[in-house]
């Protein structure tokens, strides 16, 4: 059943970047990717300050006639709601009432695949819920499933504070232990080395659809808010033939739940460790600059904003008008301009990340001990062997690979020949 969701719009008078009018749109994407129908939308002046219902008297009035009148079955807030709050709204109301938090802690539940992932956004939950908990929202959410009810809120864990808190502790331990497996796999491929470009962007940018262009992954791409959660890589061949993996992941959005990204650290590690980072725009999406500028503010909060990077500007097939594509063509810096749904200049991305990237690879032309056989594997599984000759003095090796591993051929080659560029 699709519940019939009002979305309140807090509106402050002094807001800059995102207008109330964007937050609705906004809220009304999230509304649908819960599953939910919104149908009305209501803006709540936030002056004067009301502090039992954070929207004063007659808002609430108003809110509560439509909910009556439209059989609205729930009530969302674009800002996020205290615990005394949320109880008298709904008393007020006489429907569940939650706040976008909520609501994208709901979507991460849906969509959560992965035991990692899983747990991540059960303990923002709990940690989210906890201070909460007094609510009517309790019994309310217990009348039948539907959105927020998604995960812990089924349970009678919900009415018992301590029974949580023991929940939230084991969870960080089951973490620890999932975490712990994640960093010894991710060791062991670092001890591979591959160079590890990550994906970055808003939510519904197109980095999955890019993701799938590049290295013929099948990752799931939809139009709708946060269809990625898991982080998934695939390793690839650049036009040079060089070794590369790909990786995609989360998207972001502006303020998202600061406990989320704590949540997810771990699987953004991929992004914390990459080499290069590939920021996906969509810029067929009129907010697309406030976007950018929230990306770079979640890839502060990662410790990222210094990693080199190549803007993507991506859904240019949506461009109908040429001065749009020569004003985005006429930007400085790293910039790439493609459409990965029609496949438009994927070559001209792939030069750059090689150009990016060669910094990170170099040409060896060495003679090896015969007995290192070892560091001849090494250069085939992680770059590009062009000459292997078994000579009277050692293994002749032409190769183009990481900086790193150019380091540890040097040493060991013998001859006057040995040469690293
Ligand atoms: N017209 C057009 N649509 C595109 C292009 N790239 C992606 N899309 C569409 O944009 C929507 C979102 O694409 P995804 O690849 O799922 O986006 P994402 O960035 O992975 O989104 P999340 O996983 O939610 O963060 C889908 O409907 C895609 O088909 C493009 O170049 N042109
Ligand atoms: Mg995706």
């Given at each position: 059943?699709?519940?019939?969701?009002?979305?309140?719009?807090?509106?402050?008078?002094?807001?800059?970047?995102?207008?109330?009018?964007?937050?609705?749109?906004?809220?009304?994407?999230?509304?649908?990717a819960?599953?939910?129908?919104?149908?009305?939308?209501?803006?709540?002046?936030?002056?004067?300050?009301?502090?039992?219902?954070?929207?004063?008297?007659?808002?609430?009035?108003?809110?509560?006639?439509?909910?009556?009148?439209?059989?609205?079955?729930?009530?969302?807030?674009?800002?996020?709601?205290?615990?005394?709050?949320?109880?008298?709204?709904?008393?007020?109301?006489?429907?569940?009432?939650?706040?976008?938090?909520?609501?994208?802690?709901?979507i991460f539940?849906r969509r959560a695949k992965s035991q990692e992932g899983k747990?991540?956004?059960?303990?923002?939950?709990?940690?989210?819920?906890?201070?909460?908990?007094?609510?009517?929202?309790?019994?309310?959410?217990?009348?039948?499933?539907?959105?927020?009810?998604?995960?812990?809120?089924?349970?009678?864990?919900?009415?018992?504070?301590?029974?949580?808190?023991?929940?939230?502790?084991?969870?960080?331990?089951?973490?620890?232990?999932?975490?712990?497996?994640?960093?010894?796999k991710?060791?062991?491929r670092?001890?591979?080395?591959v160079?590890l470009v990550s994906l970055v962007g808003y939510t519904n940018a197109g980095k999955s659809t890019l993701l799938n262009a590049l290295t013929g992954a099948d990752q799931l791409t939809r139009n709708g808010l946060f269809t990625t959660l898991d982080s998934v890589a695939r390793q690839c061949l650049l036009p040079?033939?060089?070794k590369v993996v790909f990786s995609d992941t989360v998207g972001?959005?502006?303020?998202?739940?600061?406990?989320?990204?704590?949540?997810?650290?771990?699987t953004?590690?991929e992004v914390?460790?990459a080499?290069?980072?590939l920021?996906v725009?969509d810029?067929?999406?009129?907010?697309?600059?406030?976007?950018?500028?929230?990306?770079?503010?979640?890839?502060?909060?990662?410790?990222?904003?210094?990693?080199?990077?190549?803007?993507v500007?991506n859904k240019?097939d949506?461009?109908?008008?040429?001065?749009?594509?020569?004003?985005?063509?006429?930007?400085?810096?790293?910039?790439?301009?493609v459409s990965a749904s029609e496949r438009m200049n994927l070559e001209?991305l792939l030069?750059?990340v090689?150009?990016?990237?060669?910094?990170?690879?170099?040409?060896?032309?060495?003679?090896?001990?015969?007995?290192?056989?070892?560091?001849?594997?090494?250069?085939?599984?992680?770059?590009?062997?062009?000459?292997?000759?078994?000579?009277?003095?050692?293994?002749?090796?032409?190769?183009?690979?990481?900086?790193?591993?150019?380091?540890?051929?040097?040493?060991?080659?013998?001859?006057?020949?040995?040469?690293?560029?």
């Amino acid at each position: 059943m699709v519940e019939k969701v009002l979305v309140a719009v807090i509106d402050f008078k002094d807001r800059s970047a995102w207008s109330a009018a964007d937050m609705a749109g906004e809220m009304q994407e999230l509304v649908r990717a819960c599953g939910g129908d919104p149908v009305t939308v209501v803006y709540c002046p936030a002056d004067p300050p009301t502090p039992a219902t954070l929207i004063h008297k007659g808002k609430v009035e108003e809110i509560s006639g439509l909910v009556r009148d439209q059989s609205i079955q729930m009530v969302v807030f674009s800002e996020e709601l205290k615990g005394h709050h949320q109880r008298n709204l709904e008393e007020a109301f006489l429907v569940k009432t939650l706040d976008r938090t909520t609501l994208i802690l709901d979507i991460f539940a849906r969509r959560a695949k992965s035991q990692e992932g899983k747990l991540q956004v059960e303990l923002a939950q709990l940690e989210y819920r906890l201070p909460r908990l007094a609510g009517n929202y309790e019994q309310l959410s217990r009348q039948g499933g539907g959105i927020g009810t998604l995960g812990p809120g089924e349970t009678k864990l919900e009415s018992d504070r301590r029974r949580i808190e023991q929940r939230i502790d084991r969870l960080r331990k089951e973490l620890q232990d999932v975490t712990r497996v994640r960093e010894v796999k991710r060791k062991r491929r670092e001890g591979r080395y591959v160079p590890l470009v990550s994906l970055v962007g808003y939510t519904n940018a197109g980095k999955s659809t890019l993701l799938n262009a590049l290295t013929g992954a099948d990752q799931l791409t939809r139009n709708g808010l946060f269809t990625t959660l898991d982080s998934v890589a695939r390793q690839c061949l650049l036009p040079n033939r060089q070794k590369v993996v790909f990786s995609d992941t989360v998207g972001f959005m502006h303020a998202l739940p600061h406990r989320l990204i704590e949540a997810f650290k771990a699987t953004l590690e991929e992004v914390r460790s990459a080499d290069l980072l590939l920021h996906v725009i969509d810029v067929s999406n009129p907010h697309y600059h406030k976007f950018k500028l929230s990306v770079d503010e979640v890839l502060g909060q990662l410790d990222c904003l210094d990693k080199p990077t190549v803007l993507v500007f991506n859904k240019i097939d949506l461009l109908h008008d040429p001065a749009d594509l020569e004003a985005l063509r006429a930007r400085s810096g790293n910039t790439v301009l493609v459409s990965a749904s029609e496949r438009m200049n994927l070559e001209g991305l792939l030069e750059k990340v090689e150009l990016q990237l060669a910094d990170l690879i170099v040409t060896v032309d060495v003679v090896l001990p015969a007995t290192r056989m070892d560091l001849v594997s090494l250069a085939y599984a992680q770059g590009d062997v062009v000459l292997e000759e078994y000579l009277p003095e050692g293994i002749h090796l032409q190769a183009h690979v990481p900086r790193h591993l150019a380091g540890r051929l040097s040493p060991v080659a013998t001859g006057s020949g040995a040469t690293v560029e």
